[in-house]
C-alpha cells in the first residue's frame, strides 16, 4: 500500500522559513519521482516544485530562488525548504508520487497547513 506522510508544516511570520518532510512507503522510493504541490480554497491545486529519482528539480516560478526540494533515499524523504516565506504562500501542501498498480496511479498525502502571517 502506497502512504505519503507530510509534516512540517506550521504558523511563522513573513520573512521566515519552514522545511516540509514527506515520508513515501509502499514503493521503490529511490526509481520514484516525487512532486511538492499546495491548494488554497477556492483555487486548484498546483505544483510547487518536484524532483525526479536521479535528483533533479524543477520549481514553479513563485518558488525559485526561495525554495529548495531535496530527497534523502535512506530514509524515504523529500523535503521542501522553504524560505523568504510571504502572506501567499499560505496553503496546504500535499506530496505526490505515481505507481504501477496495474497502471499508473497518483498517490497524495494528507497535506500539511502552512500559515504565514504578514
Known amino acids: 500500500q502506497v502512504q505519503l506522510v507530510e509534516s512540517g508544516g506550521g504558523s511563522v511570520q513573513a520573512g521566515g522559513s519552514l522545511r516540509l518532510s514527506c515520508t513515501v512507503s509502499g514503493i521503490s522510493f529511490s526509481m520514484s519521482d516525487i512532486g511538492w504541490y499546495r491548494q488554497t480554497p477556492g483555487k486548484q491545486r498546483e505544483l510547487v516544485a518536484a524532483?525526479?529519482?536521479?535528483?533533479?528539480?524543477n520549481y514553479a516560478r513563485f518558488a525559485e530562488g526561495r525554495f529548495t526540494i531535496s530527497r534523502d533515499n535512506a530514509k524515504d524523504t523529500v523535503y521542501l525548504q522553504m524560505n523568504s516565506l510571504k502572506a501567499e504562500d499560505t496553503a496546504v501542501y500535499y506530496c505526490?508520487?505515481?505507481?504501477?498498480?496495474?497502471?499508473?496511479?497518483?498517490?497524495w498525502g494528507r497535506g500539511t497547513q502552512v500559515t504565514v502571517s504578514s
Open positions: 505526490k508520487t505515481q505507481a504501477l498498480a496495474p497502471s499508473w496511479q497518483d498517490y
Open positions: 524532483i525526479n529519482s536521479a535528483g533533479s528539480a
